[in-house]
């Protein structure tokens, strides 16, 4: 068909005209395409980057005392639970 031919060959100009204002763009401004202006990462951001992620963020002996904590509260919260059903 002629009319895939056609749609074939407006393909091919769109990307060499693609092609073409990239170069002219990348060569006014000096810019790389796709990067968003701003200050460049320093060695200080790398340093940041690299830090290793804490595991768990709470000790045995804490996530201990908070267990029993909470089986107390939840006891007390039974124990008042049931006080109502009582009534």
Excluded at 13 to 25: C, F, N, P, Q, T
Excluded at 28 to 50: E, F, L
């Amino acid at each position: 068909m002629e009319i895939d031919k056609i749609v074939a060959d407006l393909k091919k100009e769109r990307d060499r005209l693609v092609k073409a204002i990239s170069a002219l763009m990348g060569s006014v401004t000096g810019a790389k395409r796709g990067r968003k202006p701003g200050r460049k990462p320093g060695p200080k951001a790398k340093a940041v980057a690299t830090k290793t992620k804490r595991s768990g963020g709470i000790s045995k002996e804490g996530r201990k005392r908070l267990s029993e904590m909470m089986k107390k509260r939840w006891a007390e919260r039974k124990k008042k639970g049931m006080t109502k059903l009582a009534k």
